[in-house]
């Protein structure tokens, strides 16, 4: 529970202008992120003892020793009005600075999110691999959490999380949902992964695969039985491949192309665009299906080709971004501008929106 008097009314502001997130950085005044923009609060510039007074209340022992080691960490706390938060700490000119998310007190619909009807198909599969992919801030958290409330109220399972922080907390419902949280429940990602296949879990969900450990094993767990969700930061669906494949070396690399090409069931990349109005954001996307066009496509390598398989995919379910990014701009949800600055091919992008008005 968080205990301190600046930081509560910080807090009580970010909920009452619906922020996502709030910074509080040395030099100015709290900073809330409203519907994708930074916006400044009223209040005074922050000191360096303001934040030191409010790191030091909100971190225990092993937090503070472990930010005094590393200088960056990384956690979950409680707020009376603002509910779960993400906190991040880092330093900056000798002191800390702090970066909250709000995590919401309950999971939206998938209409609500502007989510494609195919990610209730990949979270109903049996086993494989699912990736949920993005930059930073691009909700990928919001729809691995729903893909987990989807199994929750629709399977009899055990799901098991492995999350650094936890972010929602998820109620037993048809399902058994145990979450884990990196520095509160295990050491680390790897020993965790390791150890959370002799739990009997049926659903494995992995907050962020960051490193050939965590990835060679929820690609072994997927192909072992185990529907495995997880999160990576990536721009494009082809990246988070590459990306996956080129952690690896040599023969190991062929292996995990192997194990990749039959494990994988689908990717979704998204984005948060702001909308035409500016009062809120919209997810554009874009998505891929493990047909076996695409296992062909990842067991030769060749994921230069993907895009082309995607955009003849498109009865399975597959999505281009900037096919996405015309269809919102389209149903006048996001502006040109805002389709255009995003595309990734922009003069194809003109070209689709000239033919669309013939």
């Known amino acids: 529970m968080i205990n301190h008097p600046l930081l509560d009314r910080y807090l009580c502001g970010a909920t009452d202008c619906d922020a996502s997130d709030l910074h509080l950085v040395v030099g100015v005044p709290p900073a809330f992120r409203v519907n994708g923009e930074i916006v400044l609060g009223d209040d005074d510039a922050l000191t360096g003892s303001d934040l030191d007074g409010i790191a030091d209340a909100l971190l225990n022992e092993a937090q503070r020793a472990k930010f005094e080691l590393e200088w960056e960490l990384c956690i979950s706390l409680f707020h009376e009005r603002a509910g779960r938060l993400r906190a991040t700490f880092?330093?900056?000119?000798?002191?800390?600075?702090?970066?909250?998310?709000?995590?919401?007190?309950?999971?939206?619909?998938?209409?609500a999110l502007g989510l494609p009807e195919r990610i209730d198909e990949l979270a109903r599969r049996p086993n494989g691999l699912v990736l949920i992919t993005g930059p930073t801030g691009a909700g990928k958290t919001t729809t691995l959490n729903y893909m987990v409330d989807l199994i929750n109220n629709e399977r009899r399972c055990k799901i098991v999380t492995i999350e650094d922080p936890i972010e929602f907390v998820h109620q037993n419902r048809r399902a058994i949902v145990v979450q884990q949280e990196v520095l509160t429940d295990v050491r680390s990602y790897n020993r965790a992964l390791i150890h959370v296949l002799r739990q009997d879990p049926d659903v494995l969900v992995v907050g962020e695969m960051r490193d050939f450990e965590a990835i060679s094993t929820a690609i072994t767990a997927?192909?072992?039985?185990?529907?495995?969700?997880?999160?990576?930061?990536?721009?494009?669906?082809?990246?988070?491949?590459?990306r996956i494949i080129g952690v690896f070396e040599g023969n190991m690399q062929r292996q995990i192309i192997l194990q990749l090409s039959n494990a994988l069931q689908g990717i979704i990349c998204q984005d948060?665009?702001?909308?035409?109005?500016?009062?809120?954001?919209?997810?554009?996307?874009?998505?891929?299906?493990?047909?076996?066009?695409?296992?062909?496509?990842?067991?030769?390598?060749?994921?230069?080709q993907l895009e082309n398989v995607m955009q003849t995919g498109k009865k399975d379910g597959m999505v281009l971004m900037d096919n996405c990014l015309l269809d919102l701009y389209c149903k006048c949800q996001i502006s040109y501008d805002t389709a255009m600055s995003r595309a990734r091919y922009p003069d194809r992008l003109v070209r689709q929106k000239a033919e669309n008005r013939q």
């Open 272 to 304: 948060l665009l702001p909308a035409a109005d500016r009062t809120r954001r919209v997810l554009g996307y874009e998505l891929v299906i493990a047909n076996g066009a695409v296992r062909n496509l990842i067991r030769e390598n060749q994921m230069h």
């Open 90 to 111: 880092y330093r900056r000119n000798g002191h800390p600075e702090l970066s909250f998310r709000f995590c919401g007190d309950k999971i939206s619909t998938r209409q």
């Open 222 to 242: 997927a192909e072992t039985g185990h529907l495995v969700l997880a999160t990576l930061h990536s721009p494009s669906v082809a990246n988070a491949l590459e």
